[in-house]
């Protein structure tokens, strides 16, 4: 059923609207116009930062401390098939008590709360305490290379600091308000290629199987208890991810190998040691060996105090929920703000459907999210 004759929430109209915008990462299609025109008349100032196709937006209310800073991205995934769909997905579209869409949960939803709470608080609270951020970005979902890191690291050059930030990523698991991610893993991924020697199958003594030589050491990487996890994070993994090797034909000894392998890791492994387990393990098998490591973000976390604190409280309020705190999951956008801001929490919508096919959203869920942001403003803003 279509939407376009039902009286909405004003969350869900600005959600709805956002969703109509086709966004996929790294385009904008319009989606910051459209919220600087919203927070235009509260005040807010307004730098817009582009980059390499990517549209990035720093907005401030206030000029003192605390500075109080919603963080998201504007840009989706692709839409995978559309003939899989069961309704365009750019066109939001209620069914059954969901509103469906790409981006609906991921993250245009939280968007819109963002700009609702913020009206909402700045309306009651015109001369509140501190300054009230949105850090935006249009490159999320792709590379991030030229989007939050970009903006973090032009705050910080000239000395702009961040108190508290709230990213509206999808952290809520069966209903919203039960998980908020005070931290994050951090991620680190390798590409490894082991050397041997060319042959045929026949003649194995002639060859070096880089199959059979990564085996030992593989196993015992498998094996690894890398450490035990501490308070916030668990124990740090190691996962292969792609293994190649080979011309194709069943007679040849193949005389390389690649392999993809990623660690999601708490601070207990740092990443340099990481690494260097790693090195131990494949020098102790004499393999001959090349290795590229790229670091996608070190693990950061938000303990209890003033942010943690208000945001539970805050979605207890809005949903009735105690939220579990947790830092599972992905990388997110996190990993750049914690380098510049001492506290930083994510919370939005559930994710079961983020990245899917027939993404959605409960349509009751929308106003409660907005309800949330707006209470951690009172919590932290209000005089």
């Keep these: 059923m279509s939407n376009s004759q039902t009286v909405q929430s004003p969350t869900r109209a600005l959600t709805e609207a956002l969703i109509r915008r086709a966004s996929v990462t790294p385009k904008d299609e319009g989606c910051l116009e459209l919220i600087c025109e919203r927070l235009a008349p509260l005040g807010f100032r307004f730098e817009r930062i582009e980059a390499n196709g990517v549209s990035n937006l720093w907005a401030r209310r206030g000029d003192t401390r605390p500075v109080l800073c919603f963080a998201g991205h504007t840009d989706v995934v692709p839409t995978g098939p559309i003939p899989e769909w069961a309704s365009p997905p750019f066109e939001p579209t209620e069914r059954d008590g969901y509103l469906y869409g790409r981006g609906a949960a991921d ?58 930030c709230i990213v509206g990523e999808p952290t809520s698991v069966d209903t919203l ?11 680190l991924n390798a590409l490894l290629r082991i050397n041997g020697l060319q042959g045929h199958v026949a003649y194995p003594h002639l060859a070096r199987n880089p199959i059979h030589l990564v085996a030992p050491a593989l196993a015992e990487l498998t094996a690894m208890q890398w450490d035990a996890g501490d308070e916030y994070f668990p124990p740090t993994t190691f996962q292969v991810s792609n293994i190649h090797a080979g011309t194709g034909a069943t007679n040849i000894v193949p005389g390389s190998l690649e392999m993809r392998f990623n660690f999601r890791f708490s601070p207990a492994s740092p990443a340099e040691h990481l690494k260097q387990q790693v090195h131990a393990v494949l020098d102790a098998h004499k393999l001959h060996y090349e290795i590229d490591w790229q670091l996608s973000g070190n693990p950061f976390i938000t303990p209890r105090g003033p942010l943690v604190d208000a945001m539970e409280a805050a979605i207890e309020a809005a949903t009735g929920l105690k939220p579990a705190l947790s830092t599972t999951g992905g990388t997110s956008d996190g990993r750049f703000i914690a380098r510049h801001c001492p506290e930083v929490v994510e919370f939005g919508p559930v994710n079961a459907t983020i990245h ?10 929308i106003e409660p999210l907005s309800a949330a942001y707006r209470g951690i403003l009172e919590r932290l803003l209000s005089h």
């Design 107 to 164: 993250m245009k939803a939280s968007l819109a709360a963002f700009v609702t709470s913020i009206e909402d608080f700045v309306a009651a609270h015109p001369d509140h305490k501190g300054s009230i951020a949105l850090l935006l970005t249009s490159d999320e979902e792709g590379v991030a290379t030229h989007g939050t890191k970009i903006v973090v690291d032009t705050l910080a050059e000239r000395g702009e600091a961040m108190d508290y």
């Design 177 to 187: 308000g039960d998980m908020i991610k005070n931290g994050r893993r951090g991620s």
């Design 356 to 365: 899917q096919v027939n993404e959605r959203i409960a349509v009751s869920a």
